[in-house]
């Protein structure tokens, strides 16, 4: 499929245990971001990709590993996942910082 | 810190209302602007995009506006319709940084 895919799209997990969340972009942008959406906080940046094997912090990366070792691709793990990281995670993606983001359809996590 | 505020948090209108919500950042040196919707339960659409030597976009009944001297931007909807509820984010980004999003407005137009 053309675009911005995300998996899973719904997952729950219990404290503790790790998950990986996917991402795979079709358009080889070069830069790739994993944000969460919580109510009362809005949309917050949790790491960022400018090309491959290139990845720096956001606003909230503690708890959470990225790595990007294909253009396309960008997963997001929780190593231990923890209550706090119940959330809406999406996934973005554009040719440069700072222009037109285009976002995935979501992965809701669920930690009990 | 970069902080985006957007008035009004939430707003309902009866159909074919024009109206316009409004975008404010901390931090006045924006350099792109973004207007996305995102309907409940799904991701951000994107709308318009407002780039550095832009001051407004349009889209059909969508036209964003960027006052760049107040770091203030609006979006303007037209003849409202139903199909325009949900809710929309503003983010905005100083040159060489990421997107900072806003809290959205939660947009409810009546039939």
């Known amino acids: 499929d053309a675009g911005i895919t995300q998996s899973p799209r719904y997952k729950i997990t219990e404290t503790g245990r790790q998950v990986t969340l996917m991402c795979h972009q079709t358009?080889?942008?070069?830069?790739m971001f994993w944000y969460r959406q919580d109510l009362g906080h809005g949309l917050r940046l949790i790491y960022y990709?400018?090309?491959?094997?290139?990845?720096d912090k956001g606003e909230v990366p503690d708890g959470y590993v990225v790595s990007r070792s294909k253009t396309e691709n960008f997963p997001l793990t929780l190593e231990s996942a923890t209550r706090s990281q119940t959330s809406v995670y999406f996934c973005?993606?554009?040719?440069?910082?700072?222009?037109?983001?285009?976002f995935g359809p979501g992965t809701r996590l669920t930690v009990l | 810190k970069q902080e985006v505020t957007q008035i009004p948090a939430a707003l309902s209108v009866p159909e074919g209302e024009n109206l316009v919500l409004n975008c404010s950042f901390t931090d006045s040196a924006i350099y792109n602007l973004q207007w996305f919707r995102q309907d409940p339960g799904k991701g951000l659409t994107s709308l318009l995009l407002i780039q550095s030597s832009q001051r407004e976009q349009t889209s059909g009944r969508l036209n964003a506006s960027l006052d760049k001297s107040s770091g203030r931007s609006t979006l303007y909807i037209a003849a409202s319709q139903p199909g325009d509820s949900a809710t929309y984010l503003c983010a905005g980004t100083s040159y060489g940084q990421n997107f900072v999003f806003g809290p959205g407005t939660r947009l409810s137009v009546l039939p």
């Open positions: 358009w080889s942008h070069s830069y």
């Open positions: 990709s400018a090309a491959a094997d290139i990845t």
């Open positions: 973005a993606s554009t040719w440069d910082r700072g222009k037109e983001q285009f």
